[in-house]
C-alpha cells in the first residue's frame, strides 16, 4: 500500500497530465495549500518560468491578514496573483489544482482569480 505522500504525488501527477494535455500552450496556474499558508503561481511550462506569484506570505498581505489559512486569505491571494498576471500579460490560463480537492481554499483562491480578470 502506498504511502499518503506517494498517493499525494501520484495524484498531482495525474492532475498535471491531464492538463498539459488540453493546456494549447496556456500558462498554469498552479496552487499549493499548506496547513498555515495557500501560495499561487503562473507558469509558462514551455519557457519554464514563473510569470506570476503571491502567496500569504506577501508582504502586501501579511499585515492585513489574520491568518493565512482561511478562505479570506486565499481570496485576496486569488485577486492578487491575477492582477500581477495581467501586468505580466497573461489573461488566460489553466488551474492546477494538484493533488488538492476543488474545495474551500481551493476554490476561493480560483474564484477570485476569475474576478480579477483570469479565465479558467
Do not use: C, W
Amino acid at each position: 500500500m502506498a504511502s499518503r505522500k506517494e498517493a499525494l504525488a501520484r495524484r498531482a501527477n495525474r492532475v498535471r497530465r491531464h492538463l498539459k494535455s488540453v493546456a494549447n500552450g496556456r500558462p498554469r496556474l498552479s496552487v499549493h495549500r499548506s496547513s498555515k499558508n495557500i501560495y499561487a503561481q503562473v507558469i509558462d511550462d514551455v519557457a519554464g518560468k514563473t510569470l506570476a506569484a503571491a502567496s500569504t506570505l506577501d508582504k502586501d498581505l501579511r499585515g492585513s491578514l489574520k491568518t493565512g489559512a482561511d478562505t479570506a486569505a486565499a481570496a485576496l491571494v486569488g485577486k492578487l496573483v491575477a492582477e500581477r498576471a495581467s501586468k505580466a500579460g497573461v489573461t488566460e490560463v489553466v488551474f492546477d489544482r494538484g493533488a488538492f480537492i476543488y474545495h474551500g481554499r481551493i476554490k476561493a483562491l480560483a474564484d477570485a482569480a476569475r474576478e480579477g480578470g483570469l479565465t479558467f
